[in-house]
């Protein structure tokens, strides 16, 4: 294994992580930003208003989401496991 293929496999470690974990970091922005909005409005800072929707909606993504979270691994997975098996020939 050369250094181009061990960069090759770092990219495609680090996009796949991105693309599993960007949809629960969006949701959780987009709800951070939403509960920031809204307690400026009303200021209105309490901590467990800006806690509870938003553990919560990351929950709900995670589970909305899981299905494709896990396609996307194995398909990582079963890349890693064909390049082991070239390279071990």
């Given amino acids: 294994m050369n250094e ?3 960069i090759e496999l770092a990219r495609a470690a680090l996009y796949t ?3 599993i974990a960007a949809p629960v ?3 959780a922005l ?3 930003i939403t ?3 809204f307690q400026a409005l009303t200021q209105m800072q309490e901590m467990t208003l800006a ?3 938003k553990i919560l909606l990351i929950f709900v ?3 909305v989401l899981l299905p494709f979270m896990m396609s996307t691994l194995v398909d990582f997975a079963e890349q890693l496991f064909q390049r082991m098996t070239v390279l071990g020939a």
Avoid: K, R
Wanted: no cysteine.
């Fill in 35 to 37: 509960i920031a909005l």
């Fill in 30 to 32: 987009a709800v951070g």
């Fill in 61 to 63: 993504s995670l589970i």
């Fill in 4 to 6: 181009v293929d061990v």
């Fill in 17 to 19: 992580l991105i693309e």
């Fill in 25 to 27: 970091m969006l949701v």
């Fill in 51 to 53: 806690f509870v929707p």
